[in-house]
């Protein structure tokens, strides 16, 4: 599988119904997961920057995903 803008997009999209199923704010996902807010929206939003003129898909590290799956309840996979 090639990492690219609708990998990004889609794991996103999953990591925001996931969080919203647990009734959590991105603030506290962050908290709890030991990433920043800034991290979250990122993540969920696909793109690797808040720059508006970065292009490019984001790509956290395991461990940011080790860390929102265990607060999520989840696998990494």
Not at 13 to 19: E, I, K, N, V
Not at 42 to 64: A, F, H, K, V
């Amino acid at each position: 599988m090639t990492w690219d803008c609708e990998s990004a997009k889609k794991l996103g999209d999953a990591l925001r119904s996931l969080r919203a199923a647990k009734g959590l704010t991105q603030e506290s996902l962050a908290y709890q997961a030991g990433i920043t807010k800034n991290q979250v929206q990122l993540i969920e939003s696909g793109r690797s920057s808040g720059r508006r003129d970065t292009t490019g898909p984001s790509n956290p590290r395991i461990s940011t995903l080790a860390g929102l799956a265990e607060v999520l309840e989840v696998r990494v996979s």
